[in-house]
């Protein structure tokens, strides 16, 4: 069982930044993926970044890439998201989970229903 605690999302101005943790408490982490989504009003909740806790490998969405930047510590058990070059179109609420197994595939790891536990969720608001 796992548990996670997002945090640091807000109200920024566009083209502004916001650094979002990911706290995961309950198991080892070695050989998780922990995936960053999001919902807006009225959207499917969609993957906007991952990361491979074993080695590190990545994966954004092409409409965050270049802009957000996903990082992890292990040691700390704590999974960032740093979000620079904020638009209004960002805004949403985030959430990070994990699946209960390792992910065969990585290439699946921005699916929603991959994933079995989920963090409470924290708004982010891009707006001037």
């Known amino acids: 069982q796992l548990q996670l605690v997002e945090s640091g999302g807000g109200l920024v101005q566009p083209g502004g930044s916001l650094r979002l943790s990911c706290e995961v408490s309950g198991s080892t982490l070695d050989y998780y993926v922990i995936g960053w989504f999001r919902q807006a009003p009225g959207k499917e909740r969609e993957g906007v970044s991952c990361i491979s806790m074993s080695d590190g490998i990545t994966y954004y969405a092409n409409s965050v890439k270049g802009r957000f930047t996903i990082s992890r510590d292990n040691a700390k058990k704590m999974v960032y998201l740093q979000m620079n070059s904020l638009k209004p179109e960002d805004t949403a609420v985030y959430y990070c989970?994990?699946?209960?197994?390792?992910?065969?595939?990585?290439?699946?790891?921005?699916?929603?229903?991959?994933?079995?536990?989920w963090g409470q969720g924290i708004q982010v608001t891009v707006s001037s």
């Open positions: 989970a994990a699946p209960r197994r390792p992910l065969p595939l990585f290439r699946e790891c921005s699916a929603p229903y991959k994933y079995d536990y």
